[in-house]
């Protein structure tokens, strides 16, 4: 199978890319670097010639209300280069719970992404999956000082990026969802304790304190953005105080 994987050159996507490929699938990475622009459609037809799936894993350079433009502009190009290459599956990685935070502009603009996936036409998924092991050290910078780290008591359920990709793979090797798999980790965490989990195995002496006004997961509300019961959520085998310690 010939898989196309916008946004191969990243976090997720290179080792989506490499899975494929162990798999035995054609499976080819494509970016700005490779002269794939997902913006302005430059070099979209192309990577997608002869294509029987694409994985779109591009990211909005931003977080703000300027992410809604940038993941229309860019569904509405790879739909359109997909359908007239005749691609017949189209797989998105999204987040667990995205339309339960609307006041996050950045959880709209996934919304948006996963809609315009739902109205377009090609068979498409969505992967969800809940917040990056990888991603700690960036939310511990947000609220933090040289004693202090504020964190709210948000529920979290991290998930590894390689148990990402690899959920991301299984689905695009498949055949079309017409609908969502939901990916998390193994373990619920408050995100304040697992600020605490983190700096102690690091060795970092800094404070966790929590404030439930701080930081972005503070506009998240009680457990919205972890699996429910009747989700039927993937759960990864990854459990981060492991990770850590590797």
């Given amino acids: ?20 490929k162990a798999a035995g699938h054609e499976a080819e990475p494509h970016a700005l670097s ?26 909005s350079p931003t977080f703000d209300d300027a992410s809604l433009a940038f993941f229309r502009q860019t569904m ?7 359908a007239k290459e005749g691609v017949g599956h189209a797989v998105v990685l999204s987040i667990v719970g995205a339309e339960l935070v609307p006041e996050l502009d950045y959880y709209r603009a996934k919304v ?22 990888e991603f700690m050290d960036a939310v511990l910078s947000w609220t933090a000082d040289e004693e202090t780290v504020r964190l709210p008591a948000t529920p979290l359920r991290p998930i590894a990026a390689a148990d990402v990709a690899q959920a991301v793979a299984d689905v695009a090797a498949g055949s079309p969802l017409g ?9 619920v965490f408050p995100l ?6 983190t700096l102690a195995a690091r060795g970092d002496k800094r404070t966790v304190t929590t404030d439930d006004q701080a930081g972005m997961f503070s ?12 989700d039927d959520a993937r759960i990864a085998p990854t459990r981060y105080r492991d990770w850590l310690a590797a």
């Fill in 192 to 197: 304040d304790e697992l600020g605490r989990i």
């Fill in 76 to 82: 509405d190009n790879l739909l359109e280069a997909a």
């Fill in 179 to 187: 609908g969502t798999r939901n990916v998390a980790g193994a373990d």
């Fill in 219 to 230: 506009a998240v509300k009680g457990d919205a953005i972890i699996p429910k019961d009747g």
């Fill in 112 to 133: 948006l992404q996963e809609d315009i996936l739902k109205e377009g036409p090609v068979p498409y998924s969505i992967v969800r999956a809940t917040q990056f092991f």
């Fill in 34 to 59: 490779t002269g794939v622009d997902l913006l302005t459609g430059e070099g979209l037809a192309s990577a997608l010639a002869g294509a029987d799936v694409v994985v779109n894993l591009t990211n």
């Fill in 1 to 20: 199978m010939k898989i196309a994987v916008i946004g191969g050159t990243g976090l997720i996507g290179s080792q989506v890319v490499d899975i494929l």
